[in-house]
């Protein structure tokens, strides 16, 4: 009887740091959508007024007419799907060599591509800048997409995935005549879905969120992804927190929904994988 | 491996591996060589670069930026990683209880981690301003003053520190909660037989069986925390009086905004070196404290 009670208060007490901790992590993103909401003396309002006193759509209209906000939502989702897919298929078809092809000189290979995992991007953006200068990507999508698309990280899980499949598939396959393509696309793929799922969430991730490279290869303020697009926003209106929290919302709702119906799979694939997006 | 003739397997080899190829090549084996020979350039990435031999890197330790960026760089780590790891496995181990709702607890954790970095930054700058931000305000009603946070040299660090562990809190958690789960049951069984409590069930057994995602999550932290950016760069820019402005700044900075392109591929191979140095002797220090064979 004392042990149960015991247990019932160890209980109520780590629901407790629990719900408080959670509060203080989530609360943030509330404040954020309540302040979207909320007009411009409201906002600044000290003491703080929690809820808006209406939901209007006001500032999402005041933001749009002063920048291209859909566009930063089109250029955001263009580039997060191309260039999840793109890793996709080239992660998978790289790994599916380096598992079940072999050839002289490919754990060489492999080595090399899993020493670029231990460069940081800072070291290679410098150059690589200079470099997409000279082809003419700077301020075009392909610029953005293009140096995500390798991703040596994604390769190495999908070539482990891979190896754990059975060569008496492939051979089955090849023995009714099919090619290395068809192996590939009807045996390989369909095998390896819970690993393509875990890089199809990091590579969405990393893309929705990236900053850095995005900052650097465009200038033009059309081809601004949403986070750049804040960025943009927060110096020329520092303190329109109501403005800048309905920009923030704009970024926000998409990726809380993908995590919304996803979510399974967010918390496997960081658990499996360690990679930080 | 059987399959189809040998041209055809060749022809596959070459189309499978071809874009991966040129993007280790293009994207990161020509940067990379290139870098080290710029690095030892005065390079404003618009006319041809100038070899100027090791003195950048000497610069790095005689510029009063850099040295700073350094600096502010070390404060980073060394506020934010012993943070990072004493909150994350506290709440790992809370979120390794069986209790109700656990799994919506989980869900809400993880929450943050997703959201990018310029969202979460926009969320704080606003919550840390010294006027209308809600933490001053919290404070003045238990009555305190609050600091002026974001625009004061003193505070702006742990500011920017709070904002990064808010968050990086749920990313570390889930990682060392995977690492529990992953603890057999028996040891636990034969301990209660033994008569262990709670507290030296915690020190006894679950530290010592978790040591190697314990190090996984230190040398994430450290590569991650070493390269910080995107929080810095939206919050302060790097001020007030230079008091957030970390080696990656820097580097943007000098490469994009001061055409000192050269000198920014110094700092960089400079920071690589550090991470290597970092990562390496971590993973000598790990001999001594953490345990492979009990997993």
Known sequence: ?277 | MVGESRLGKVYVIVIFLLPSLVGLVAFNVIPIIHSIYASLTEWDLITPAKFIGIENYLGIFQDENSVKGMINTFKFVGGYIPLALFLSLIFAALLDMKLRWIKLYRALFFVPVIISWVVVSLIWLWLFNSDTGLINYLLSMLGIQGPMWLQDESTAMLAVIIASLSKDLGYFTIILLSGLQGISDEYYESADIDGANAFQKFFKITIPCLTPILFFVLVILLITSLQVFDQVYVMTGGGPYGSTRTLVLEIYDNAFQLNKAGFACAQAWFLVIIIWIVTVSQNKLQKRWVHYDSI
């Open chain 1, 1 to 277: 009887m004392i042990r149960y009670k015991k247990d019932l208060i160890l209980k109520v007490m780590v629901h407790g740091i629990l719900i408080i901790t959670l509060f203080a992590l989530i609360f943030p993103f509330i404040w954020m959508l309540f302040g979207a909401f909320k007009d411009a003396n409201e906002v600044i309002q000290m003491p703080p007024k929690i809820f808006p006193s209406k939901f209007n759509l006001t500032n999402f209209s005041e933001i749009r007419s002063l920048f291209p906000v859909e566009l930063f939502l089109f250029n955001s989702i263009l580039v997060a799907l191309v260039s999840t897919l793109l890793q996709m298929i080239f992660c998978a078809a790289a790994g599916y060599i380096f598992a079940k092809v072999s050839f002289k000189g490919r754990e060489l290979l492999f080595t090399l591509y899993l020493i670029t995992m231990m460069i940081p991007q800072q070291l290679i953006m410098i150059t690589l800048y200079k470099v997409f200068v000279g082809m003419n990507l700077q301020n075009t999508y392909l610029g953005i997409i293009l140096p995500g698309t390798y991703n040596a990280l994604g390769i190495f899980l999908l070539r482990q995935h891979i190896s754990t499949i059975s060569d008496s598939f492939l051979e089955a396959g090849f023995m009714d005549g099919a090619s290395h393509f068809r192996v590939f696309r009807q045996i390989i793929l369909p095998l390896c879905k819970p690993a393509l799922a875990t890089l199809a969430i990091l590579a969405f991730m990393g893309s929705w969120n990236a900053f850095l490279w995005p900052l650097i290869i465009t200038s033009d303020t059309r081809l601004a992804t949403l986070p750049l697009g804040l960025s943009k926003l927060q110096s020329r209106w520092t303190t329109s927190w109501n403005l800048l929290m309905a920009g923030n919302v704009v970024s926000f709702i998409p990726m809380l929904l993908v995590y919304i119906f996803a979510q399974r799979y967010f918390i496997k694939s960081i658990s499996l994988s360690g990679v930080k997006g």
